[in-house]
């Protein structure tokens, strides 16, 4: 099993930035690629970034504005430039490649809330 663990989110004006944290612990050797989803309200959560050692992938509402990195077992997410729609629950998650992360991670953290103001 992989615990995952999220900090950092709150709430900020629009146009400002948030950093947040996540750190596995566990079987982390199982944990190839790591990323981070979020959920606004009333809305399905969906896919914002993931990155395994050699690549990062993010998705479109978010490219520019959002950058992932990771130190083994621990995921970051900077996301500058926030604008009210951003607002959501992020969630990190954790799986053993990027391919399957985008598409159902077998890992989830519980989730910090990110409120950006307008």
């Known amino acids: 099993q992989v615990q995952l663990v999220e900090s950092g989110g709150g709430l900020v004006q629009a146009g400002g930035s948030l950093r947040l944290s996540c750190a596995a612990s566990?079987?982390?050797?199982?944990?190839?690629?790591m990323g981070w989803f979020r959920q606004a309200p009333g809305k399905e959560r969906e896919f914002v970034a993931a990155?395994?050692?050699?690549r990062t992938v993010y998705a479109d509402s978010v490219k520019g504005r959002f950058t992932i990195s990771r130190d083994y077992a621990k995921v970051y997410l900077q996301m500058n430039s926030l604008k009210p729609e951003d607002t959501a629950v992020y969630y990190c998650?954790?799986?053993?490649?990027?391919?399957?992360?985008?598409?159902?991670?077998?890992?989830w953290g519980q989730g910090t809330q990110v409120t950006v103001s307008s």
């Open positions: 566990g079987r982390t050797f199982s944990s190839a690629a």
């Open positions: 990155i395994n050692n050699w």
């Open positions: 998650a954790a799986d053993s490649t990027i391919l399957t992360i985008q598409a159902n991670p077998n890992y």
